[in-house]
């Protein structure tokens, strides 16, 4: 059942290093309720953002097997790159896999992802059943012709319960707007006060106080627009000689300078790929131009608010659409912006109130804007005012923070009430099969002694042994040919892990299972609904000299043993066959001790097996509209049999007193169409690749432990 517990929030931010989107995520945390909210954040790389984070008291951990697939104006991955290219292709599908493991270690009751980049974890929480807010910080790129573009679009906007942009621009690329909330990034006011002093960063990089400060935060970055910052200079200082440009933030790792030998690689790579070096053209500009001494590359710097109060103006050149936080930061401490007039920047800059908009990728405008403002102190100081007053009305952080919180809310309360809806679908499930049974013309009784009869014809495993019944090599065969059909068997029982426990086996058929109960040295018991089947294990046990302690005939749906009885209760693919699958399931749980083990398979819907039973009884006998469900009902070994979803399974087993360790569908032979030609086989190992290998099997396996009684 749900608990009233804090509700688990983790954050997933794809990027290692300290930037706008994990500033803006921190002051978010920051302003999180803890009363009502369990924050935990998960980083795809190390880096210095992961200490900053932990710095500030938050809980965090780094997976890197999980890996982004950006495809943004900022980064895309295009022909031009190909290994980087088909890499991250390839790593893509093992991602959702590592994202869904890290899931179930975490448990969240909500993911927020922090990038459009992180589309494998989206994929993940889907599967998982996990409420998702995609928080949408960049901007959609168009790449060649839109493919994929089109794809990140319905990635986003099916998977996700609701989608935070940070600009309308951002929003629009999205184009989902019914699930789709404008919710600006925001500046802490406190820190970024526009009466913090400036005087130490001046000293620190011996600026005096004549000096004119013109500063861009980013780093040297081509979508930033470093060049074009740089190539303004030569014009401004023909009009202002006392003049410094600051060049704020660290080189990024595809353009900065060669360090070590992945740097010198990557160096050689771009000679030989015609590839120029953007931090190179920029060091050639500055040195052909003779402008070394109005240059500063400060690196990354800890004191962003001291930086910005030294500065005179902030400039933000980019050179493709993106959210820029430095023109909100130097809104928040008053100061003038020049800005690209591209989507992000346009709505953050009032052109001729705030700052002024230039056309992206013009040094030259961008220079005669910023002598402009160097130019005419009260205009600059009236910019100022009006971007800190533009400033706190839309950037408010605690104001857009309770934004961010009722979105939670919102979402979380959904979930509360489709899960409540789940509950009643599950048990409107078992009534749909007690109408299949009124629709094939039997009631409940009759279905089961229909079961009875199918089994009692056909003990399961028997169909492969061509020796004298009851005979030793009759067994023999029975046990070879079962193993090698469903080798998983073993890993999941684990045999030899019960000795002298009390084992219940539901559903022995000819008994392969259970007499490895017996060797492993189980006190054992097993029932069955057909009497062949009992009889068959039973001559089993005389002909290997073997004893168990009981075997007997039962129904499953009403086990003969009082309640918390044994160490651990197995059924393999035994229960889906009953007339009530969720009765039978609640048995085993009642007789299972608390704190014992529960083992059991039931058939997967969403398996390539059941997939194909569809295509033969369904599609190719003229029932295309018929259900996978109505299909395996009527044709799959003895009538009645279903098939469940993994979600489906939880759901049933959430209302009940038991703690799930593990649930898989692993992909077995019987998917893999073992008796088809090589063709065949083929196709089905490229559908499992495409779908995953642990959620397509027809075997799907779960193992819980009970907490309780019912």
């Known amino acids: 059942m749900r608990s009233q517990h804090r509700k688990r929030i983790l954050y997933i931010h794809h990027g290692a290093e300290i930037g706008g989107a994990p500033l803006s995520l921190l002051f978010l945390i920051e302003k999180i309720d803890r009363t009502r909210y369990e924050p935990i954040v998960l980083f795809l790389q190390q880096g210095s953002v992961v200490d900053l984070f932990r710095k500030h008291g938050i809980e965090v951990h780094v997976n890197q097997k999980i890996k982004d697939y950006s495809h943004t104006t900022g980064v895309w991955y295009g022909l031009d790159h190909p290994p980087r290219f088909f890499h991250k292709i390839i790593r893509f599908w093992p991602s959702v896999s590592h994202a869904s493991k890290t899931y179930e270690q975490l448990k969240p009751d909500l993911i927020h992802l922090n990038s459009a980049t992180l589309g494998a974890c989206a994929i993940a929480a889907k599967k998982a059943g996990i409420p998702l807010i995609w928080h949408v910080r960049e901007i959609l790129n168009n790449g060649y012709v839109g493919i994929r573009k089109k794809l990140c679009q319905k990635l986003i906007g099916d998977l996700s319960e609701h989608i935070i942009a940070i600009c309308q621009y951002g929003a629009d690329v999205i184009e989902r707007p019914e699930k789709t909330t404008v919710i600006y990034n925001f500046v802490n006011l406190k820190e970024f006060d526009r009466n913090v002093s400036g005087q130490i960063v001046r000293q620190d990089l011996n600026l005096d106080a004549n000096t004119k400060c013109i500063g861009m935060l980013g780093g040297v970055s081509q979508i ?105 930061e130097a809104g928040a401490m008053a100061k003038p912006v020049v800005a690209s007039d591209l989507g992000g920047p346009k709505e953050l800059v009032i052109n001729g109130e705030t700052g002024f908009l230039i056309p992206a990728g013009d040094p030259v405008k961008l220079a005669e804007a910023i002598m402009t403002v160097l130019s005419d102190r009260d205009l600059a100081r009236r910019m100022g005012e009006a971007g800190y007053t533009r400033a706190k009305r839309l950037y408010n952080a605690e104001f857009n923070a309770r934004r961010t919180f009722q979105l939670y809310e919102e979402v979380l309360s959904c979930v509360i009430t489709s899960w409540e809806a789940e509950q009643e679908k599950y048990a409107e499930f078992a009534l749909s099969c007690q109408r299949e049974q009124r629709n094939v013309g039997i009631n409940e009784e009759r279905l089961k ?262």
């Not at 074009?228 to 006392?242: D, G, I, M, T, Y």
């Not at 410094?244 to 000679?271: T, Y």
């Not at 009981?550 to 499953?556: G, I, K, L, Y």
């Open 224 to 328: 930033k627009g470093t060049l074009e910052f740089v190539q303004a200079l030569p014009l401004v200082k023909r009009q202002h000689q006392n003049v410094k440009f600051l060049v704020i933030g660290a080189m990024s790792e595809d353009e900065g300078p060669i360090q070590g030998w992945r740097g010198k690689a990557k160096h050689l790579a771009n000679r030989v790929l015609r590839h120029e070096d953007y931090y190179t053209a920029i060091a050639e500009f500055i040195q052909r131009e003779g402008i070394q001494d109005n240059v500063i590359f400060t690196g990354l710097r800890q004191d962003i608010p001291q930086v910005i109060a030294a500065l005179d103006l902030v400039v933000f050149p980019s050179t493709v659409p993106h959210f820029g936080r430095p023109i909100i």
């Open 449 to 710: 002694d229909q079961i009875r009869e199918y089994w009692n014809k056909e003990i399961c495993g028997t169909g492969l042994a061509s020796s004298r019944k009851y005979s030793r090599q009759y067994f023999d065969e029975i046990e070879d040919s079962r193993y090698n059909l469903e080798p998983e068997v073993f890993s999941f029982a684990q045999f030899t892990r019960f000795r002298g426990q009390k084992v219940l086996e539901v559903g022995v058929g000819a008994g392969t299972d259970f007499i490895q109960w017996v060797r492993a040295g189980a006190k054992a018991y097993g029932i069955d609904l057909a009497e062949e089947a009992v009889e068959h294990v039973r001559n089993r046990l005389r002909i290997y000299g073997l004893s168990a302690e009981e075997v007997r005939v039962a129904d499953a749906e009403n086990l003969p043993y009082p309640d918390n009885t044994f160490d651990l209760v197995y059924s393999w693919g035994v229960i889906h066959h009953t007339s009530d699958t969720i009765k039978a399931l609640k048995e085993i749980i009642r007789v299972t001790r608390i704190g014992g083990t529960i083992k059991i398979m039931v058939y997967n819907r969403r398996s390539l097996n059941a997939f194909r039973t569809y295509l033969r009884f369904g599609l190719l006998k003229g029932k295309p509209f018929k259900s996978i469900s109505w299909i395996l009902y009527r044709n799959m070994e003895s009538i009645g049999t279903k098939a469940f979803t993994m979600r489906e399974m939880k759901n049933i087993l959430a209302d009940c007193p038991v703690h799930v360790r593990n649930i898989s569908a692993k992909v077995t032979n019987y998917d893999l169409l073992w008796d088809r030609s090589g063709l065949f086989r083929f196709i089905s190992y490229i559908l499992a690749c495409l779908f995953g290998f642990h959620k397509v099997g027809w075997f799907m396996t779960i193992e819980s432990q009970k907490t309780g009684d019912l």
